[in-house]
């Protein structure tokens, strides 16, 4: 069975500072894992996604995640946040396609200007 | 090209009755998917369909069902409707499934469902 674990519900960082969201997963297989954005009132957006080629994977907007299989971790970051970053962010889990898709339970992110 | 779009965006129902909501998949997207947002909580996937087939289904009672028409576009029916259906439902389009795969979803805004 898969899951997935946001370490915490809200974050808080002032504009220009450094943005790390947790993400840990538990997969019996060789997951592929992504990060989604929803910014209120819109849809869901794909930030970035990992599917066992580079374990470094970077996305729109100058995000990037690193996948750590000892760690079960999937964490995300920015090296400078903006405030247009203030949003809701999941991280997903699934194998393929097929597969049942498993959004973690969120993290707010909020930016102090 | 139109994203994905879903309709009504907004629905009030009471407890009890029956409610349709619909999803345009984007031109060329073969696969539609099925999730319940409950304010506060990640998307929470209720089915998936290719080629007029259920071919994934979360764990969701039998009050939910939806099927896929011929241009690709879905239905979701929930009947028998309770205060806790209350949720946002997204509609998400990707490519045909490939098999050991997986294809990026698109997601609609959503429609916001109110159960009185």
């Known amino acids: 069975a898969q899951s997935v674990t946001q370490l915490d519900s809200h974050v808080s960082v002032s504009e220009g500072t450094p943005v790390l969201l947790r993400c840990n997963y538990s997969s019996s297989y060789s997951p592929s894992l992504f990060w989604y954005v929803q910014h209120p009132n819109k849809g869901l957006q794909l930030l970035l996604k990992?599917?066992?080629?580079?374990?470094l994977v970077k996305g729109i907007n100058g995000f990037e995640a690193e996948f750590k299989k000892s760690e079960t971790s999937f964490h995300l970051t920015k090296p400078s946040a903006h405030m247009s970053d203030a949003a809701e962010y999941f991280c997903?889990?699934?194998?393929?396609?097929?597969?049942?898709?498993?959004f973690g339970p969120g993290t707010s992110l909020s930016v102090i200007p | 090209d139109a994203g994905v779009t879903q309709s009504p965006t907004h629905l009030i129902k009471t407890r009890g009755q029956h409610v349709t909501l619909r999803c345009s998949p984007i031109s060329g997207h073969k696969s539609v998917s099925w999730y319940q947002q409950v304010l506060g909580q990640g998307p929470q996937f209720i089915f998936q369909?290719?080629?007029?087939?259920?071919?994934g289904r979360g764990n969701f009672p039998d009050r939910f069902s939806a099927r896929q028409f011929p241009n690709y576009s879905s239905e979701l029916n929930v009947n028998a409707l309770l205060l806790g259906d209350s949720a946002l439902y997204l509609c998400?389009?990707?490519?045909?499934?490939?098999?050991?795969?997986?294809?990026?979803?698109?997601f609609g805004p959503g429609t916001r469902l109110t159960v009185l």
């Open positions: 997903v889990v699934t194998k393929t396609s097929y597969d049942k898709v498993i």
């Open positions: 998400a389009s990707s490519l045909v499934p490939r098999e050991g795969l997986y294809n990026e979803q698109f």
């Open positions: 990992y599917t066992s080629a580079a374990t």
């Open positions: 369909y290719y080629e007029k087939e259920e071919r």
